[in-house]
């Protein structure tokens, strides 16, 4: 073999390694993505029961109700749409009505099973999409939200 052909053979298996490596990678993370939508996005688009992702918004007053031991339902809006969480476990401290949450789990029988609630840290945050999905709605009222953004309380 000519060292032409053995240079071209050693760039053509070292490209191959690296589209096997990126492939693996992509696999990772495709398996680890969790995407947020809005009760909106959850009524208008078609989600599979298996797909994991966040569903974030303002918890609607009067929702929430204690089903059983540490079993707890309540709806999340913004403001145009809304949907029922289902949620088994123990709420965070700062969970309340009228506040923004973000929770993960699967979307099944127009219901979405939560495993996880995350609740704003202080009473000036919004997660940016959630406020991002209110401004979208048209219903927003509030000033600048996120981290950087004037959010955050001055110390």
Known sequence: MKPKHQRLAFISLGFLLLAGAVALVLTAFQDNLVFFHSPTDLKTKVISAEQRLRVGGLVEEGSVKQIA??????????????????FRGILPDLFREGQGIVAEGHFRDGIFQATEVLAKHDETYMPVEVADAIKKSGQWKGGPVGPGKGSAPKP
Do not use: C, G, K
């Not at 031991?69 to 289902?86: E, G, I």
């Open 69 to 86: 031991d540490a079993n707890v339902r309540f709806t999340v809006t913004d403001l145009a749409n809304s949907v029922q969480v289902n």
